[in-house]
């Protein structure tokens, strides 16, 4: 299922150089959470989850990020970074993210076919990505007779079945409602003196097959 996050960059800080000791947060720990990090040139990268699920898992196809998400993103960024309230976001951008029912990335090599495929990252693929490679790599080898079982063959997500999406309205209901409820949960969060994570989180985070 496509899941849109959205992306912004600004301009805080001076040249190269001179931005030694100030990194931002990766991310943060609210339920409808986010992340950001600093960029070569100076700058501040901030993605969340902004973008809106489209009726069906359908995609966007101009590219367009919309004004509400863009200003979202921006007060989140003021409430971490006040004295930023003024600065001007010199660009955003969007994507898809696609999020397996349990949240859970898969490897499979196909015996029949010789296909391989790997994919449900659910936003961690820069990291993921390298290791599926070469967990495919070592199901090659092996099926091929080139090499045996590894430690990366008998990794759980190997050949993992992930059951499917509900059809559709109740997908788009069930989305809509679970981010409902993770941002009441960061609400009730940000005004609790308690360290625990809300109880609608949790339920939440059950429903939705994360926990």
């Excluded at 397996?100 to 790997?118: F, H, I, M, N, Q």
Aim: glycine letters at 14%; hydrophobic letters at 35%.
């Amino acid at each position: 299922m496509p899941d849109g996050r959205c992306r912004t960059a600004w301009r805080p800080f001076g040249g190269n150089g001179h931005n030694r000791g100030r990194e931002p947060f990766t991310c943060d720990l609210a339920h409808a959470y986010l992340y950001a990090q600093r960029t070569a040139d100076g700058r501040i990268a901030l993605g969340g989850r902004g973008v809106p699920y489209r009726f069906g898992s359908r995609t966007d196809n101009d590219g367009t990020t919309r004004g509400a998400t863009v200003e979202a993103l921006r007060g989140i960024l003021v409430r971490f970074f006040p004295s930023l309230a003024g600065l001007r976001i010199e660009h955003a951008w969007s994507g898809v993210l696609g999020v397996p029912r349990d949240w859970c990335a898969t490897v499979t090599l196909d015996r029949s076919t010789g296909l391989g495929w790997a994919g449900g990252y659910v936003g961690s693929g820069v990291a993921t990505a390298n290791l599926a490679v070469r967990t495919l790599r070592d199901l090659v080898q092996r099926d091929s007779g080139q090499g045996g079982r590894t430690d990366l063959t008998e990794l759980p997500w190997v050949n993992h079945r992930v059951r499917r999406w509900e059809p559709e309205p109740l997908r788009r209901l069930g989305v809509q409602g679970m981010y409902a409820v993770y941002r009441e949960a960061d609400r009730r969060e940000r005004t609790s003196s308690s360290a625990a994570s809300s109880r609608l989180a949790r339920i939440a985070d059950r429903v939705a097959g994360r926990d």
